[in-house]
């Protein structure tokens, strides 16, 4: 009987030893496991995570996009640094990784972004092509967020779309940034840039960036925005049209008209945006300004000048007073841009 006990003892004894290091061999197999590169995707892919997200939520996701062979790797990889915090954000993954890899860029915050420069004078026809190219968004679904003004209303109850409040900077966006996201971000910008520029002013957005979209057009010279900002505040006083070019351009890119050149049915054209043919500012802005053009429309120079025209040789603008002077620098211009050697 003592033998028979003994027996089975011996063998409890070789079945805890055979499960131990069963065990054993899967903890080192699953340890070794989470050390393997994989990839089971054929070209990048990106996987984001909100804010609140759990482990076993990311786990999940990961596996899905093929980032990691199984979600219990990255489980595991949280259970062998179980104090570790994970960055929310969207992450690109291009190339094979361990799990192990893969949760320590996500601990790291190793968020997928690309900078996107919107240059001062850009309208919203530019940017939606900026970011065709960049392959960022389809422009079309920018501008169709871009024509709706209802989250600046509150800043300028007449704005016809959000052109001149899409404020000129670099943007971080990700690959899963929205148009109404973009445009939210710019508009944020600029609220931040206007309550810098406005303290102390009692001033009407819609006016000032309207104005300032006309100045941003015409000049890229810092000195000379405050003179033909000036310049287009004397001629409203004097209810003279003000005949600005970049007006007559944007009155044909909302009719899907314009050709590269101002032509004699553009100045014609009856488009409310066209100041050759209507009088007062446009109905709205026809570029986003920058800080310094913005500034100027808030101060103009005070002066006597009533027209301008660029310089035959360049560098800026030969400003006029009188009907007369301005035909004079006209006839300058054109005879200088008419001479042998000059474009």
């Keep these: 009987m ?16 055979l499960v131990v290091a069963a065990v054993g061999t899967a903890i080192a197999a699953a340890l070794w496991s989470i050390e393997l590169r994989f990839s089971g995707f054929q070209s990048p892919v990106f996987v984001k995570f909100d804010r609140g ?17 199984y979600s ?30 893969v949760f320590k860029r996500i601990q790291a915050g190793d968020v997928y972004y690309f900078d996107f420069n919107v240059p001062e004078g850009s309208n919203m026809f530019d940017i939606a092509r900026l970011l065709d190219s960049a392959g960022a968004m389809p422009g079309e679904d920018f501008l169709r967020a871009a024509s709706d003004a209802s989250s600046i209303k509150d800043l ?11 404020f000129p900077a670099t943007y971080r966006l ?3 940034t929205t148009p109404a996201e973009l445009c939210q971000m710019m508009t944020t910008q600029f609220r931040r840039q206007w309550k810098k520029l406005a303290a102390g002013e009692k001033a009407e957005p819609h006016q000032v960036v309207t104005l300032a979209s006309l100045v941003e057009k015409e000049t890229g010279l810092p000195d000379e925005r405050p003179l033909i900002a000036g310049v ?32 004699r049915s553009d100045l014609d ?28 429309a808030l101060r103009p120079a005070e002066t006597d000048y009533l027209y301008f025209v660029a310089k035959p040789a360049g560098g800026g603008h030969q400003f006029s007073s009188t009907l007369a002077a301005h035909d004079r620098a006209v006839r300058e211009y054109r005879n200088g841009k008419t001479r042998p050697g000059k474009a």
């Excluded at 640094?81 to 190339?95: H, N, V």
């Excluded at 300028?156 to 899409?166: K, M, N, R, S």
């Excluded at 209810?239 to 050709?259: E, F, K, S, V």
């Design 232 to 263: 287009f505040v004397n001629r409203l006083k004097k209810g003279m049209n003000l005949g600005c070019d970049p007006t007559t351009i944007y009155a044909a890119l909302l009719d899907h008209r314009y050709r590269g050149t101002i032509h």
């Design 156 to 166: 300028d109850a007449h704005a016809p779309t959000l052109e001149g409040y899409l």
């Design 53 to 69: 997200v759990g482990t076993p939520a990311m786990a999940r996701a990961l596996q899905q996009a093929g980032v990691i062979r």
């Design 269 to 296: 054209n009856p488009n409310p945006y066209n100041t050759y043919k209507n009088p007062g500012l446009p109905p709205g802005a026809i570029a986003n300004p920058g800080a310094e053009a913005i500034a100027a």
């Design 174 to 176: 990700a690959h899963s």
């Design 72 to 101: 219990w790797q990255f489980l595991l990889a949280r259970a062998m640094d179980p104090s570790a915090k994970l960055q929310a954000g969207e992450y690109r993954f291009a190339t094979p990784d361990t799990a192990r890899g």
């Design 2 to 17: 003592r033998q028979h006990v003994h027996g089975l003892a011996g063998v409890r004894t070789i079945i805890v030893g």
